[in-house]
T-cell receptor, first 114, second 109 residues
Framework: DTAVSQTPKYLVTQMGNDKSIKCEQN?????MYWYKQDSKKFLKIMFS???????INETVPNRFSPKSPDKAHLNLHINSLELGDSAVYFC?????????????FGPGTRLTVL | GQNIDQPTEMTATEGAIVQINCTYQ??????LFWYQQHAGEAPTFLSY??LDGLEEKGRFSSFLSRSKGYSYLLLKELQMKDSASYLC??????????WGAGTKLIIKP
């Protein structure tokens, strides 16, 4: 059984397009995250979200927006894609956001903007 | 600012022991994680330390010294499958995970 799943695994698109990446977790966790990992392999938190609070990394452009239809899903929508958005995007989840707990990662979505 | 430092790359021999160091400066501390990430795959959890000392888990051990802002991951009896990046991450006072850039470990036969 897949704990954290993302679709699509690969996404190739043109500059200026709008795209979405879907994430689902079946672990019953309360908190979900989106990370961006660039070519230098730095994992950068973009958002963390539970049913109470959305925490946005202030360096993330407002072209990026998380959408959560329910606590098992946190989708990432990106408007007006730019070349610099090319990266691997990881979704993750954890039991909650206020105590120790490991994060479980999805398989990643490799986004290439042409 | 918050900072996590790890070596960029290390090389070791199959069957040997390797120690990957991590130093950190963060606003508060609620624990330190080590994750393993194979190329093209997602990070997977290895260990969590919040108290000083050594935690052993099979071939892998993790050490923490909070007063020195220092941790290391010790890998024994290295296997080829241990070739991966090892990411150090610290949970700060707001329970936000601050990630290091990772150490790429290359295992040679």
């Amino acid at each position: 059984d897949t704990a954290v799943s993302q679709t699509p695994k690969y996404l190739v698109t043109q500059m200026g397009n709008d795209k979405s990446i879907k994430c689902e977790q079946n672990l019953g966790h309360d908190t979900m995250y989106w990370y961006k990992q660039d070519s230098k392999k730095f994992l950068k938190i973009m958002f963390s979200y539970n049913n109470k609070e959305l925490i946005i990394n202030e360096t993330v452009p407002n072209r990026f927006s998380p959408k959560s239809p329910d606590k098992a899903h946190l989708n990432l929508h990106i408007n007006s894609l730019e070349l610099g958005d090319s990266a691997v995007y990881f979704c993750a989840s954890s039991q909650d956001s206020e105590t120790y707990n490991e994060q479980f990662f999805g398989p990643g979505t490799r986004l290439t903007v042409l | 600012g918050q900072n996590i430092d790890q070596p960029t790359e290390m090389t070791a021999t199959e069957g040997a022991i390797v120690q990957i160091n991590c130093t950190y400066q963060t606003s508060g501390f609620n624990g330190l994680f080590w994750y393993q990430q194979h190329a093209g795959e997602a990070p997977t959890f290895l260990s969590y330390n919040v108290l000083d000392g050594l935690e052993e888990k099979g071939r892998f051990s993790s050490f923490l010294s909070r007063s020195k802002g220092y941790s290391y991951l010790l890998l024994k009896e290295l296997q080829m499958k241990d070739s991966a990046s090892y990411l150090c991450a610290v949970l700060d006072s707001n329970y936000q995970l601050i990630w290091g850039a990772g150490t790429k470990l290359i295992i040679k036969p």
